[in-house]
DNA sequence: GGATATGCCGTAAACGTTTACGACGCTATA
DNA sequence: TATAGCGTCGTAAACGTTTACGGCATATCC
């Protein structure tokens, strides 16, 4: 004998009523609800998520879908690790368990969340990296599945997002680099068709038509989004003629290899170029010190969820109602290495 | 009508012939086998997780554990990613999902691993951070849930495990410090009770005594595993009156935070200090290039499901017997950084 | 005091799948 | 021809939980 039968029997009271009492249903007497807790926490038991799950649908599971392997990650680095923070603070709350969905770069993220939906393997869903046209997004929403996407998308289904405000990101980047003098501005810029980066890339040239300015499709600099990708910026801008005076960069790590690869020239952040980046753990410590923007990624994390929440049945009695399509600003944190002014 | 029935009544079979052709059972004719599977693609029919798990036990699920928080992330960089890259080929050919179970620095690691055994949640599991003592490892032993540790620990129950050889590292690291005319050499440490932390300080004190040196306490620069704690320790690390001439790092991303904090004060590593610490993505850019030691992640994460399915009764039959417990070595990337050497 | 409401609890069906068991038709053997 | 064996398939019971439903007390009302 297992599971709530056990308990049951240890009670002797019967399986529904300890149900009852465990999930908080409201036909239970006090004092038995207490006995049934007591008892539940002495035996150490716990519900089987395939019962429950079979039953009511319910899993008490959020997934968070992330791909792995070589080429995309870079931005799997301690960028999760700080959302996941937040998002577990609200979900403790409500004994909902995150996990991480590991998609590999060999399967196609649609096949892939259509397996997990059809698996029934979580209540809800938070997809990241969302991709200019994002089939996920419309399979998501036609079979109503709650879910929230980290990042917005030209693939519109009424659905609840947040995203990080890079369009303010590349105007205040640029006007920061054009009130100091800067004309020949170059950004870097992702190579697949991740939807930050178009976003990215539209608004700085926006940003630079603002001023008078035109964005060249050589001052587009796309590389993978980690170190390996910084280090070969470096080498392609420094080999130009018309080197740019200064450069915007729209991934954390990739400063990690300009870094490297401009100091093996002899070119200096901030003495020789102009560089403007995003926060990060180890951007934080590159010296000279990186101008950059961030954010509190805890912050995202907590409202991630909490947008979530809103969209779930069980749970929205909790937090504001509607759908939540919000941008997160970016704060500037001043460094060095834009200290490079031209006249 | 949905689920297995849908497509039984579609093909005009019993349901329990789609079970098995599905599953691969043996009495069942190969022209229906291949009906069926040919069916099941069409319609995009998935097996209910739920419902198969409460069957048969099974849910085609490995978890990865590891914990989140600010604290005692750091860890939680770019390693997890290179792991879960081998993992995932593994698994792939076994139709077994990944996926990360995020342990909040909030909960105890031993009440949450019970959380997830008692729910049924995953067919194996595969922990990491191992303590000195960890009582993960007893209570899964003890329940015959499979699994396998990456890292050490005294608690032993004959499990599997892999690690990496940081006694090699260690060993390695000393003697060519030494080799360099060095005497005062200091180290890093974590300063919670993880096995690697002990493993490394005492094989370090080994080295050094195997040299007729001796490891002072003030020697060990214990620090949060990440980019502050690196800072922190050069702050320490220079006010000192006898200061080390080298120091041997024991994680990834101490390094960043000391190259920092050393060259606010002008000290240069591979001129004024040598260092020694592990390879990483951003460690590889450093700047002068740090010697570290490293390995492939990838094949840290191939052996590590390899070592978990050969304890599974449903997939030992491909993988060779015999619980492994196995060191990985690691190989030295030289760097500019150990370039100090004292007369 | 009878009818009605209320609080609490037990019973049993349902969720979607796997699998032990038995049934059926066919072939091979005696 | 009778029997045994084999290949294939349908039937139905289980897995552990939730929940609709009904039943039994006790309290409340006229």
Redo the contacts with the bound molecule.
């Keep these: 004998m297992?599971?709530?039968?056990?308990?049951?029997q240890h009670l002797?009271?019967?399986?529904?009523?300890?149900?009852?009492?465990?999930?908080g249903?409201?036909?239970?007497?006090?004092?038995?609800?207490e006995r049934v807790l007591k008892a539940a926490a002495e035996l150490g038991?716990?519900?089987?998520?395939?019962?429950?799950?079979?039953?009511?649908?319910?899993t008490g599971v959020i997934g968070f879908m992330m791909q792995t392997g070589s080429e995309i990650t870079g931005q799997g680095d301690t960028f999760f690790m700080g959302v996941f923070d937040g998002v577990q603070t609200v979900f403790a709350r409500h004994q909902l368990d995150l996990v991480a969905l590991l998609c590999s770069s060999e399967e196609d993220p649609e096949a892939y969340v259509q397996r997990i939906v059809?698996r029934?393997f979580a209540d809800g869903l938070i997809i990241s990296a969302t991709r200019r046209k994002d089939p996920r997004i419309e399979y998501l929403a036609q079979r109503h599945i709650p879910f929230v996407a980290l990042g917005r998308s030209l693939s519109d289904a009424g659905h609840p997002w947040l995203d990080l405000d890079f369009e303010a990101y590349a105007t205040a980047a640029i006007d920061r680099l054009v009130a100091r003098g800067h004309r020949r501005i170059a950004i870097s810029a992702p190579h697949d068709d991740v939807n930050l980066g178009y976003v990215f890339v539209e608004q700085s040239r926006r940003a630079l038509a603002a001023r008078g300015l035109t964005l060249e499709d050589d001052m587009i600099f796309r590389s993978t989004p980690n170190e390996a990708g910084g280090y070969d910026i470096a080498k392609r801008l420094l080999q130009r003629p018309d080197q740019p005076t200064a450069i915007v960069l729209i991934n954390e790590s990739v400063s990690i290899g300009l870094y490297r690869g401009l100091s093996e020239a002899g070119v200096r952040p901030g003495r020789d170029i102009a560089v403007i980046g995003l926060n990060s753990p180890h951007a934080t410590f590159l010296s000279p010190t990186l101008t950059c923007f961030g954010l509190s990624l805890r912050n995202v994390g907590i409202a991630l969820a909490e947008a979530l929440l809103a969209t779930m049945p069980a749970y929205q009695a909790d937090y504001p109602q509607g759908t939540v399509r919000r941008l997160w600003p970016f704060e500037l944190i001043e460094g060095e290495s834009d200290d490079y002014r031209l006249p």
């Excluded at 249903?25 to 609800?33: F, G, L, S, Y």
């Design positions: 297992k599971g709530i039968r056990r308990l049951a002797d009271i019967s399986i529904g009523t300890v149900s009852r009492a465990l999930n249903k409201p036909d239970v007497n006090e004092a038995t609800r038991y716990v519900p089987n998520q395939a019962g429950r799950a079979l039953r009511s649908g319910a059809a029934g």
